[in-house]
Nanobody, 111 residues
Framework: QVQLVESGGGTVQPGGSLRLTCAAS????????MRWFRQRPGKELEWVSS???????TYTTSVQGRFTVSRDNAKNTLYLQMDSLKSEDTAVYYC?????RGQGTQVIVSS
């Protein structure tokens, strides 16, 4: 049974950093195309970043250079390191395998 559990969200000031964690079970993240999405208040779900089985990383333009996706194969966990956070990064963040998402973790960037 595929399960994804996100954590690591919180409230941070603009310019700050957070690292989101996505603990996976029921499959191996090392061999799976994994994605991070976010849903900002009043907005549609938005793709943020991906990492494929070869380690190739891609990012939406607005987070390029500030966010880094990675994984720990031994822990079967996906990460999203978010630096230089902006108020517009405020959202609920989800990790996903195909159409399966976790419950999400809230990120608030505010002074």
């Amino acid at each position: 049974q595929v399960q994804l559990v996100e954590s690591g969200g919180g409230t941070v000031q603009p310019g700050g950093s957070l690292r989101l964690t996505c603990a996976a079970s029921g499959f191996s993240v090392s061999s799976t195309y994994m994605r991070w999405f976010r849903q900002r208040p009043g907005k549609e779900l938005e793709w943020v970043s991906s990492i494929d089985s070869t380690g190739l990383r891609t990012y939406t333009t607005s987070v390029q250079g500030r966010f880094t996706v990675s994984r720990d194969n031994a822990k079967n966990t996906l990460y999203l390191q978010m630096d230089s956070l902006k108020s517009e990064d405020t959202a609920v963040y989800y990790c996903a395998k195909n159409t399966i998402r976790g419950q999400g973790t809230q990120v608030i960037v505010s002074s």
